[in-house]
């Protein structure tokens, strides 16, 4: 009764409209008095003891970076550098957006911030080079969700605090599906174009000398991931040290940049305040309902389900998938990462898979969930930008749903995609 009674009232709350943290609270609630022998003091208590975790600092010390990196002008340096690069091959702009994305991945750690600072200044430049605007929001929706795979990144800090793996590892087992991801999108819009279905001016091929100079003009926000990594991978400092040396070198930098100014710290640490501020109030409401469902072996009662019908992994792992992207098309991310991990999680562990290559799984689904119809919430964000009709943008992001289902489909069958960094430099 409980399997279906805690989810049952959490989804009639949400369809009321019922903010997601107090669905979370208020479903936990109903469930301890219900069973009526667990004091509903339990609730408070795991709310707060949830929180008590050395790894969580690491949350909105990224976050803090990330909107750091955002102010400092920094945004457009690396559009121009990828301009430079990949901006005479066809389809143009696409690319650039698909790169500087990419780029920007090692700097936010946030779709959103990607499609809200970076996003801007891309879909501005295509609109002027004469791309549709349905185009142009579009491809900066699915090129932004490239940033939280890529670290830094904000979900995964979540994730690995949520389900107990090493975020080092979880970092470095992004490097290779956000660059593959990356890679697909490209070769998607090269298609594209080649059969007319993309329309706009393209850059000319740059000199070598051009291109160099804008290199090093961006080169300060490059290093970042670099300086990360290296930082990982030679044990100079833990992942929640690393986000407090990145937001330090986010200092540094935007004083190098010279946007660096009192006002732009107000307003940085206010809107990473209010950001954190909601993460946390969900999270902890998160964690008794967490509990209840961990208690009421509701991961064993679905592991017991699925192998009486003697499923294996090749039939398993795509109902997980197709459930993470039917989620992610109607709620959002943090919401499904919140609610389904406890459940999903350890079904995933009982078929043998390595807990990295779960976390991974789970990571790009709900990415892409926020770029799929009917609600991906990307998709609102860009049309509201670029103030066009949501069904138009939609419409376009269709056919790139394609390369980036078949990069999930590649992490999902083959775990030394994700695993094989991860394996190599921490081992």
Not at 89 to 96: D, E, P, Q
Not at 150 to 172: Q, R
Not at 239 to 246: K, R
Request: net charge neutral.
């Amino acid at each position: 009764m409980v399997v279906f009674l805690i989810f049952i009232v959490f989804l009639i709350l949400m369809f009321l409209s019922v903010p997601v943290a107090f669905s979370l609270a208020i479903a936990s609630l109903v469930v301890l008095l219900h069973e009526g022998d667990i004091p509903i003091i339990i609730i408070a208590q795991r709310m707060i003891n949830g929180l008590d975790n050395y790894t969580f600092l690491a949350l909105p010390l990224f976050v803090l970076a990330g909107q750091l990196m955002n102010k400092t002008g920094i945004t457009n340096d690396i559009f121009d550098f990828a301009n430079s690069i990949v901006g005479h091959i066809k389809g143009g702009l696409g690319h650039v957006n698909v790169v500087s994305s990419m780029i920007f991945a090692g700097i936010s750690g946030l779709a959103q911030a990607d499609v809200g600072s970076l996003g801007a200044i891309e879909m501005q430049a295509m609109n002027d080079a004469g791309y549709e605007k349905p185009f142009s929001a579009s491809i900066t929706a699915v090129s932004s969700i490239v940033g939280p795979i890529i670290p830094p990144s904000v979900i995964m800090a979540l994730l690995a605090m949520i389900v107990g793996v090493s975020l080092g590892k979880l970092f470095l087992a992004g490097f290779i599906p956000g660059i593959l991801m990356g890679i697909a999108l490209m070769v998607t819009i090269y298609f594209q174009a080649l059969r007319g279905k993309i329309k706009g001016k393209i850059s000319e091929r740059q000199p070598f000398m051009v291109i160099l100079k804008k290199f090093l003009k961006s080169f300060p926000a490059l290093l970042m991931p670099i300086l990360l990594v290296s930082a990982l991978l030679m044990g100079i400092a833990t992942p929640t040290e690393i986000g407090a040396l990145t937001v330090m070198y986010s200092l540094i930098l935007g004083a190098f940049y010279k946007k660096l100014k009192f006002n732009i710290l107000v307003e940085v640490f206010r809107e990473t305040l209010l950001l954190i501020g909601m993460m946390v109030f969900v999270l902890s409401c998160a964690f008794p309902f967490g509990w209840l469902v961990t208690i009421n072996n509701i991961p064993n009662i679905l592991i017991n389900f699925i192998t009486s019908f003697g499923l294996n992994i090749f039939i398993v792992l795509p109902l997980i998938n197709i459930i993470l992207l039917i989620l992610g098309s109607f709620m959002e991310t943090t919401t499904i990462l919140l609610i389904m991990t406890p459940v999903l999680f350890p079904v995933m562990l009982g078929l043998g898979l390595d807990p990295i290559h779960c976390a991974m799984i789970i990571v790009i689904n709900l990415l892409i969930g926020g770029v799929t119809p009917p609600f991906g919430i990307l998709v609102f964000v860009v049309a509201n930008i670029a103030k066009i009709p949501i069904y138009s943008v939609f419409k376009e992001t269709m056919i790139f749903l394609i390369p980036l289902l078949f990069i999930l489909a590649l992490v999902t069958f083959v775990p030394e995609i994700v695993l094989f960094l991860p394996n190599l430099l921490l081992k």
